[in-house]
């Protein structure tokens, strides 16, 4: 079966840096998403990956090895609006989605 | 309007009624779906339509089904609620459904069914 597997719940203090992980076992890949959603709202694109390596963009980066099935999302100088849940999907073989349940990263003052 | 809009934005609904959410998107996109979050889930893909005219089974279509008459609508019609089908419904665009493409997503429905 298909399955994407992330932390569920992390913490970090505002000003610090935080990485969040992403392991994946997918039929096929066509490239790995990050999206940010914050509670009751829509879930928003923040970064692609689909060769190996890192991905920056502004105070937010995403490295991918697809050798490992692994990816992680690395945010620095965190902020309180990045309180927020933080979703991996990779895209199968056959160009759909496959979500993970999504890492919910509380920020404490 | 700009992106993607959905409606209603949330609903109480008895079981075995029918219910239609409407997905309505401006930007001229070719492929558009329907996701349910559920809690402790990841979204999981109800039907697609990589253009109009076309749609697809996702991973969860039982109970649902859906029309693509045009380019800008994507209506998602439960036949006979059950309670099942309590969770919150996300309608999704992108311009193609290549590997490249960003989903924009909609505000999302919050549909109960009792």
């Known amino acids: 079966g298909q399955n994407i597997d992330q932390p569920t719940e992390m913490t970090a203090t505002e000003g610090a840096i935080v990485q969040i992980n992403c392991t994946y076992q997918?039929?096929?890949?066509?490239?790995l998403f990050w999206y940010q959603q914050h509670a009751g709202e829509a879930p928003t694109f923040l970064s692609y990956n689909v060769l190996d390596g890192l991905e920056e963009k502004g105070r937010f980066s995403s490295f991918l090895s697809r050798s490992k099935g692994y990816s992680y999302l690395l945010l620095k100088e965190l902020q309180m609006k990045d309180s927020a849940s933080y979703l991996c999907a990779v895209m199968d073989s056959n160009y759909q989605l496959i979500w993970g349940a999504g890492t919910k990263l509380i920020i404490k003052p | 309007i700009a992106g993607i809009t959905q409606a209603p934005t949330s609903q109480i609904l008895a079981a075995g009624r029918r219910m239609t959410l409407r997905c309505t998107q401006d930007m001229r996109h070719n492929a558009m779906y329907w996701y349910r979050q559920d809690l402790g889930l990841g979204l999981r893909l109800i039907h697609y339509?990589?253009?109009?005219?076309?749609?697809g089974k996702g991973e969860v279509p039982d109970g649902y089904s859906v029309s693509r008459a045009n380019t800008d609508d994507f209506p998602l019609t439960l036949a006979s609620a059950v309670p099942s089908q309590t969770s919150v419904y996300f309608c999704?665009?992108?311009?193609?459904?290549?590997?490249?493409?960003?989903?924009?997503f909609g505000p999302g429905t919050r549909l109960t069914v009792l």
């Open positions: 999704a665009s992108s311009g193609t459904s290549a590997s490249t493409d960003t989903q924009y």
């Open positions: 997918t039929s096929g890949f066509n490239g």
């Open positions: 339509s990589n253009t109009a005219g076309t749609t």
